[in-house]
């Protein structure tokens, strides 16, 4: 199954991808389950049923524009030099236990959507990761159990202010400026993505590979992420955590490739889709 959250006719909503569209779930329920978040909860409490994959769809794609996967998550945790290409290209030592930041759900855009370079800073750098959202609540979940607390995955672009982030050893700054981080299309469960190991995942600058690398490569598994994360705080249907982006990110290359307004960002992983953003500048306040 394949789930997106979308605006169409002026309104926003969520459903399933169907044969040649999108089939709307919010139209139908969306006033007792106003967002996909709350729709996973519910599949939870076995409260509904999930829709059958064949089912009519009531937009084309082309009808909509893409929002976030998950629009308000609960929580979004964040693991930092999670691929040892990226750890040895930073110099920092290996770490016993995941290095963990917070994004904020007001930072996030959609597939399509354009991610805003600020007026304070150059140095919007690319991070293609896969995202994991959870689907049961849970706390101090054992590792052999935590693939049952996936509800499934999505693309994700940690789009990084290398400026803000190294002001100090705290990378909150760098990671929280509004219309940066970038994740969908879909939220694909694990049934259809199967085993994550063999899956490649890659980031494209305007049509140029520039990060590359296998699922396998993780130093932290998604199953290790779920059962470190749950000791400290309860995870909730909807909440995000964003694995980790392989080497080749733009701070760490001579000179460094920094996103610019008018380039094309790809980040593409097997089995779980391709999400792709223009750069754009910021929009003025006011």
Excluded: W
Excluded at 36 to 42: I, M, P, R, T, W
Excluded at 82 to 92: C, F, K, P, V
Excluded at 122 to 128: K, N, Q, T
Excluded at 136 to 158: H, L, M, Q, T, V
Aim: proline share 6%; with cysteine.
């Amino acid at each position: 199954m394949r789930y997106l959250s979308f605006e169409a006719e002026g309104k926003a909503s969520y459903g399933i991808a169907a044969d040649r569209g999108v089939h709307d779930l919010g139209a139908r329920i969306g006033s007792v389950l106003p967002d996909l978040k709350s729709y996973l909860k519910a599949l939870e409490l076995g409260l509904v049923s999930s829709v059958a994959t064949n089912a009519f769809a009531d937009y084309a794609t082309g009808d909509i524009a893409y929002l976030p996967t998950i629009t308000v998550p609960g929580k979004i945790i964040c693991v930092g030099l999670n691929y040892e290409g990226h750890r040895l290209e930073t110099g920092r030592p290996k770490q016993t236990y995941p290095t963990l930041f917070a994004r904020f759900a007001d930072t996030l855009i959609g597939h399509g959507g354009a991610i805003r370079r600020p007026s304070v800073s150059e140095a919007l750098d690319f991070e293609g990761e896969l995202a994991v959202v959870i689907g049961r609540s849970g706390f101090r979940i054992p590792k052999e159990e935590a693939s049952s607390f996936i509800a499934g995955y999505s693309c994700f672009n940690d789009a990084s202010l290398r400026d803000f982030q190294n002001h100090t050893h705290q990378f909150m700054p760098g990671k929280n400026f509004p219309a940066t981080g970038a994740f969908g299309p879909e939220l694909v469960t694990p049934d259809e993505v199967g085993a994550l190991d063999t899956l490649k995942i890659e980031t494209r600058l305007n049509g140029d590979v520039v990060q590359q690398a296998k699922l396998e490569e993780l130093l932290f598994s998604v199953e290790d992420l779920i059962a470190y994360v749950s000791i400290f705080t309860a995870l909730s249907p909807g909440d995000v955590l964003v694995t980790g982006t392989p080497g080749g990110v733009g701070f760490k290359r001579t000179p460094p490739l920094y996103m610019k307004p008018g380039d094309v960002v790809e980040v593409e992983i097997d089995k779980v889709g391709q999400l792709r953003n223009e750069i754009a500048e910021e929009l003025p306040k006011g």
